[in-house]
C-alpha cells in the first residue's frame, strides 16, 4: 500500500512538473501554432492508441492517475509524450533526414529507459505477453515521425496556401 501511494505521488509531482515547467517553456519557442497542433495531434492519437491497447488486455496500468475515470495512462498520453514530441520537433525543425532520424533516437532512448524502469520496477505499466520492450520502443519512434511528418505536411500546406 505503501508502494502505491509513493507511486502516485510521483505520478503528481511528474503532472505538476510538466505543466508547471515544461509547457511554458516550450510555448515561449515560435510558431506557436505548430506546438499546439503538434501538441493536439500527438495526444489525440496517444489517446486513441492507448485506449485500443488497454481493451485489448495488451498493456495494464495498475497505478495510475484517476483509475475510476481512465484506463490508459493519461499522465503519458496526454502531457508527457505530446510534450516530449513538441521538444523534438522543435529541435529538428530545420534538420534534414539524418539530423531528424539521430536526434529522434538520441531523446527517444532515454524515454524508453525509463518506461522500461517503470514496467520492470513499479506498478505503473505492465506489458502482457503480446507486448515486449522493442514494441515499445519502435511505437515510440514510429508516432514520432510520423507527428514530425504531419507538421511537416501542415507547414508546406501552409506555405502554398500563403503564396
Known amino acids: 500500500m505503501r ?3 509513493i507511486e502516485k505521488e510521483l505520478l503528481l509531482c511528474i503532472l505538476i512538473l ?6 511554458p517553456l516550450i510555448h515561449r519557442k515560435s510558431p506557436i501554432k505548430d506546438w499546439i497542433i503538434v501538441y493536439l495531434f500527438n495526444a489525440v492519437t496517444n489517446g486513441i ?5 488497454t481493451e485489448n488486455k495488451i498493456i495494464k496500468y495498475p ?3 484517476f483509475p475510476k475515470i481512465y484506463d490508459t495512462h493519461i499522465l503519458f498520453d496526454f502531457f508527457l509524450y505530446p510534450t516530449f514530441t513538441i521538444v ?4 529538428t525543425a530545420k534538420d534534414k533526414a539524418f539530423g531528424i532520424i539521430y ?3 538520441v531523446i527517444t532512448i532515454p524515454v524508453f529507459l525509463i518506461e522500461f524502469l517503470a514496467e520492470r520496477k513499479t506498478n505503473l505499466v505492465e506489458w502482457t505477453r503480446k507486448w515486449r520492450w ?6 515510440i ?15 508546406r500546406a501552409d506555405a502554398k496556401m500563403k503564396n
Open 134 to 139: 522493442y514494441h515499445t520502443f519502435v511505437s
Open 18 to 23: 510538466n505543466l508547471g515547467v515544461l509547457l
Open 103 to 105: 536526434k529522434l533516437f
Open 141 to 155: 519512434i514510429i508516432k514520432s515521425l510520423l507527428t514530425r511528418l504531419f507538421i511537416a505536411l501542415i507547414r
Open 63 to 65: 497505478n495510475r492517475l
Open 88 to 91: 523534438y520537433n522543435q529541435m
Open 3 to 5: 508502494k502505491k501511494k
Open 49 to 53: 492508441i492507448d485506449k485500443v491497447l
